[in-house]
């Protein structure tokens, strides 16, 4: 492991630690822990999250963690995911193998065995798999940006071994402080050092092709709340992909929250405490309530 995938891990747990200290389950949630979806028993759990007062089927939104490809866990989003769920929705909140003991494509096939899951589990939990929406942000964001254009593009599908669900992409989806383009700078930086944990070939041209939402996306794309901040280290990409979107036609919105006298920062939205967050999720879950 590089020292910058070291850094990454020891900055973003000290700082998930505190934004979630004191956090319990809301009253009104039943939650479904440590499901397993995948072949790996470490890695491929789950949560399910419903809100009590609703039953019968409910439309759902699947959560992609970020960190860098090389931190993150269900654990760390949990009270995020629940607050989705308090909007009326069920949510899935998974865990994904991480670099750089598991190399590019496996976060992504992770993702896919997921879905698959979701459909296979509809009954059992209640999921409409008529309005299955999903969030991602940072990496979390690329992954499902990715994700959605191996649904919906089949010759970037083709380049994969395993395969979406037949005839299945999500309903819509929201980005949130993701990268699309990953950019060599030529120098051995820390996006450098990075690629080398998260890729095989360490940052190929052709890998880091094969990682670029905004080079794979198509007019099939699902409908896109695409949101970065004021503060937000990646706000640059947001912008490209949402233009790119709608230039083919997808219903993409861009939204920018915070100005320079409210700096929110990157993944603002997870911090329960935050009257930002929560409007911001309010304003995604407004979104996908346009396509039940």
């Known amino acids: 492991m590089s020292l910058t995938s070291f850094m990454l891990r020891t900055m973003f747990k000290r700082g998930d630690d505190k934004r979630d200290a004191g956090l319990v389950t809301p009253e009104g949630i039943a939650r479904f822990d440590d499901l397993r979806y995948g072949e790996d028993a470490k890695w491929n759990r789950l949560d399910v999250y419903r809100p009590k007062a609703l039953g019968g089927k409910l439309p759902v939104i699947v959560s992609v963690h970020g960190g860098g490809w090389v931190y993150g866990d269900k654990e760390r989003y949990q009270y995020y995911c629940m607050s989705l769920a308090e909007q009326g929705f069920a949510v899935v909140n998974f865990t994904y193998r991480l670099a750089p003991k ?12 997921v879905f698959h899951w979701l459909l296979q589990n ?8 008529e309005k299955v929406f999903a969030v991602g942000d940072s990496a979390g964001a690329q992954l499902l940006g990715l ?12 380049r994969f071994a ?3 669900p037949e005839g299945f992409a999500p309903t819509a989806v929201a980005l949130n402080c993701g990268v699309y383009e990953i950019v060599d700078s030529g120098k051995r930086d820390h996006t450098a050092r990075l690629m080398a944990d998260y890729l095989p070939e360490k940052g190929t041209r052709e890998e880091r092709e094969l990682n670029s939402v905004l080079r794979q996306v198509t007019g099939a794309f699902p409908p896109s709340f695409v949101m970065t901040a004021e503060g937000d280290f990646l706000a640059a990409q947001a912008r490209p992909l949402a233009d790119k979107l709608q230039s ?31 409007q911001c999720n309010r304003d995604e879950c407004d979104f996908f309530r346009r396509f039940l």
């Open 162 to 164: 395993f395969r979406a």
């Open 248 to 278: 083919l036609g997808v219903e993409a919105e861009y939204h920018y929250y915070g100005d320079k006298d409210h700096v929110l920062g990157h993944v603002f939205h997870c911090n329960m405490r935050s009257a930002d967050a929560q």
């Open 102 to 113: 598991f190399k590019f494509p496996a976060q992504l096939e992770d993702t896919n065995a």
């Open 122 to 129: 509809a009954a059992r939990f209640g999921f409409d798999t």
């Open 147 to 158: 994700y959605s254009c191996l649904c919906t593009n089949p010759a970037y599908a083709e």
